[in-house]
């Protein structure tokens, strides 16, 4: 399965994003997808997940309330909408398929397959 995340970009804090995840060639049927985030010289981390076929969801704490994943009916796209976003939500986010479809992980590890990253400027 090959991912591809797109919808980064640059924005003013307290603006907001879409991203969006697909898969090459065929849909996102019976996976799981989850993002995560790569700031510059740190590790990655996770962001969001969601089930199949409509969840659960699982959330970064810190993450809770201005972050959104939502997939369409078509499992098509599955969509990291971003509210409120901080000068520290810059990153590269990635999108990642699991077949672990009931109980999807929140660690990178529970992912089959990864798709490049989209960057995400949030200035000041």
């Known amino acids: 399965v090959q991912l591809q995340a797109s919808g980064g970009g640059m924005v003013q804090a307290g603006g907001s994003l879409s991203l969006s995840c697909a898969a090459s060639g065929r849909t996102l049927k019976r996976y799981a997808v989850g993002w995560f985030r790569q700031a510059t010289g740190k590790e990655r981390l996770f962001v969001a997940t969601i089930g199949w076929p409509d969840g659960p969801r699982f959330y970064a704490d810190s993450l809770k309330g201005r972050f959104t994943i939502s997939r369409d009916s078509s499992d098509n796209t599955v969509r990291l909408l971003m509210d409120s976003l901080e000068p520290e939500d810059t990153a590269d986010y990635y999108c990642?398929?699991?077949?672990?479809?009931?109980?999807?992980?929140?660690?990178?590890?529970?992912?089959?397959?990864w798709g490049r990253g989209t960057l995400v400027t949030v200035s000041s």
């Open positions: 990642a398929a699991s077949r672990d479809i009931y109980n999807p992980p929140i660690e990178s590890d529970g992912y089959d397959y």
